[in-house]
């Protein structure tokens, strides 16, 4: 880079490295390459919304004074406890809302 980045920059940096004997290629992707690079990206996206899902009711349990370890295992086996549990004083909305928490986090896990 010799100067501030613009179009004419640009097209004579490409001409430069073109011109270099020592310059590599990246191979032009296939259909399929591309398709699976389409698929690792489309699940890298369901592990994050995953994640943040089981974050997302961990944090809510901690505001009423219920910890689960971290870890999706955790809270798979803590959920239910927790909203069979009468006398732990969650509200009813607030149970009913991390019953379809929970159905949502068993559906990304799928």
Known sequence: MKTNKNDAADAEAICEAVARPSMRFVPIKTHE????????????????????QANQIRGLLAEY??????????????????????????PGVFRELLQRLG????????
């Open 33 to 52: 390459q591309q398709a699976v690079l389409a698929l690792h990206r489309a699940r890298q996206g369901f592990v994050k919304a995953r994640t943040g």
């Open 65 to 90: 004074g219920i910890v689960i370890a971290q870890g999706i295992g955790h809270i798979a086996q803590r959920l239910p406890e927790i909203l069979e549990d009468g006398e732990n004083g969650l």
């Open 103 to 110: 159905e949502h986090l068993k559906a990304l896990d799928q």
